[in-house]
């Protein structure tokens, strides 16, 4: 079972910040998961949310941030003990921090159309176009994996994709990622059964769980033979595991 890192290590550093990334490479944990939402100034940019007032304190919707706007936002905002302030990163800055991960999970929030979706991956993949043997681009919205598996389709897309669940869809879930072409399943932790563990193998999915923060649960995940543990305090499980 492999540590990935929730946002970068969002219970220990704050989350989606290239610190954040720094702080679980330097725990030499090698895979680690975060969002990617594309900008006003059509950028690639590592962000949760569509707004910062979480965690930024600055009440801004990234759909009207401008470039003046997010240079001044302080991602650490919600840690105050942080050593330093945390700008907003852009892909390109997270892949040189992560360059020597075994595994990288991308998560593409949801957009409202399927142009938007198609227009999203398009950039997501050209800008990733040297990393594909160690991302899986993973989302909720079937309108991405929708745009992921038509691009592959045309032979223009080389990359895992793993499809997220976060309602009891039972089955119906591993048939959606089946159908989408994914090779991985991405289970919320209250979800995750050994039964459905199982069912997800058996179809040839690998399976990560999100977001798991109690070892003893982590130890029962592991038992279960999942591939990957999405968590929030990494330094925590890779003592205790």
């Not at 999970?105 to 938007?116: R, S």
Request: charged residues 25%.
């Amino acid at each position: 079972m492999q540590i990935i890192g929730h946002r970068g290590a969002r219970g220990e550093a704050p989350e989606n910040t290239l610190g954040g990334f720094q702080y679980l490479h330097n725990l030499g944990i090698r895979a680690v998961e975060f969002d990617v939402r594309l900008s006003k100034q059509q950028e690639l940019v590592i962000i949760h949310d569509d707004h910062f007032l979480r965690t930024t304190g600055v009440d801004l919707s990234l759909v009207h941030a401008s470039d003046d706007d997010i240079q001044q936002l302080n991602l650490a905002h919600t840690m105050p003990d942080w050593h330093q302030p945390e700008a907003l990163p852009r892909l390109a800055q997270v892949m040189q921090i992560c360059h020597d991960f075994d595994h990288i999970e991308i998560e593409v929030k949801a957009v409202d159309t399927q142009d938007d979706a198609d227009e999203l991956v398009e950039f997501l993949e050209t800008a990733l176009e040297y990393d594909a043997h160690h991302v899986t681009i993973t989302s909720f919205d079937v309108k991405i994996m929708t745009a992921l598996q038509q691009r592959q389709l045309k032979n223009q897309s080389k990359f895992h994709r793993g499809f997220l669940v976060e309602f009891p869809f039972g089955t119906h879930a591993i048939e959606t990622a089946v159908n989408f072409g994914c090779d991985r399943i991405g289970w919320k932790d209250i979800l995750a059964t050994q039964a459905l563990i199982d069912l997800s193998h058996q179809a040839g999915l690998k399976t990560s769980v999100w977001t798991v923060n109690d070892v003893e649960r982590a130890k029962a995940l592991r038992d279960f033979g999942i591939h990957g543990l999405i968590t929030d305090f990494p330094k925590l499980m890779l003592e205790q595991l």
